[in-house]
């Protein structure tokens, strides 16, 4: 079983439309979880780190479930900018030693 | 603030010369600092830990000898790609994380081609 698994995709998504990615992580001792994004032959960048509670960033929300070991993202409202691979990536505590999903690849279509 | 750059971006060798790739942190310090290289259409892999000061902890199947790693000063760290053959061909990225805090910032990538 894959340390950090996502579904490859792609979803191709009407410009508008709110669309939502799951991912599933293995080490339930885990205590960092992040959203990247990369766009296609660049490095990834930090969309935003997922805490317990839930967090809200603009049209962007994460969510972790430490009981199914889940990590979700939803974007609201997407914008053909939105469109990228999005990576799931989590870690020990801190920063350290990230593992990274696959990603999943979302089209925006207008 | 918090940038990291790679040099080169792109390089193309010859199988069997070796090649090395710098990352810095423009403005920052980096106690660690990390190597991935990601294939296409796969996801990043981590290679080594680099420390400033001491030696590269190399991940599970990454050979130690042929990837050099250097961590000499507190902004740069060094990967050299040793007698570089097609199959590393790859996208090497690296990132930074900050004394001072926990996130790992990214450097641009460099894509090697070995011919």
Redesign the interface.
């Known amino acids: 079983r894959k340390e950090?698994e996502q579904d490859p995709g792609p979803f191709n998504v009407p410009e508008g439309a709110t669309v939502a990615f799951n991912c599933t992580y293995s080490n339930s001792a885990s205590q960092?979880f992040f959203w990247y994004r990369q766009d296609c032959?660049?490095?990834?960048?930090?969309l935003m780190s997922v805490y317990s509670s839930g967090n809200e960033d603009g049209r962007f929300t994460a969510q972790l479930n430490r009981a199914s070991q889940y990590i979700s993202l939803l974007i609201r409202d997407s914008k053909l900018s939105d469109s990228a691979t999005y990576?799931c990536v989590v870690g020990p505590f801190?920063?350290?030693?990230?593992?990274?999903?696959?990603?999943t690849r979302l089209t925006i279509i207008p | 603030g918090a940038v990291v750059s790679q040099h080169p971006s792109w390089v193309i060798c010859k199988s069997g010369t070796s090649v090395k790739i710098e990352c810095r942190s423009l403005d920052f310090q980096a106690t660690?600092m990390?190597w991935?290289r990601q294939f296409p259409k796969?996801?990043?892999?981590?290679m080594a830990?680099s420390n400033e000061g001491s030696k590269a902890t190399y991940e599970q199947g990454v050979e130690k000898d042929k990837f050099l790693i250097n961590h000499a000063s507190l902004t740069l760290s060094t990967l050299t790609v040793t007698s570089a053959h097609p199959e590393d061909s790859s996208?090497y990225?690296c990132s930074a994380?900050s004394t001072s805090g926990?996130?790992?910032y990214?450097?641009?990538?460099t894509?090697l081609t070995v011919t």
């Open positions: 950090v960092s032959r660049k490095e990834p960048k930090l990576l801190g920063n350290e030693k990230l593992t990274f999903g696959t990603g | 660690t990390f991935y796969q996801s990043l892999m981590l830990t996208f990225i994380v926990y996130e790992q990214f450097g641009p990538g894509r």
